[in-house]
């Protein structure tokens, strides 16, 4: 299962870690997603969304 939000399409980034001595290594940063029961079209439905869209309230939870 990706890493990816199902309302706004997040995913994560890649980039570098770069240390004080300027080592450097690959990292990646995750979007913050959470499995919530959504009313999507009408239905409810598990869907995996980024905190920024439950906050936002592009989400509609299920009751």
């Known amino acids: 299962m990706a890493l990816k ?3 706004c399409g ?3 980034h890649y980039g570098n870690v770069i240390s004080h001595a300027n080592n450097t ?3 990646r940063w995750n979007p913050n ?3 919530i029961r959504a009313v ?3 239905v409810k ?4 969304v980024c905190t920024a869209c439950i906050r936002a309230g592009r989400v509609k939870k299920a009751a």
Do not use: D, M, S, T
């Open 5 to 7: 939000c199902e309302f």
């Open 10 to 12: 997040k995913a994560p």
């Open 25 to 27: 290594r690959r990292r």
């Open 33 to 35: 997603l959470k499995r």
């Open 40 to 42: 999507v079209a009408g």
């Open 45 to 48: 439905k598990k869907v995996r």
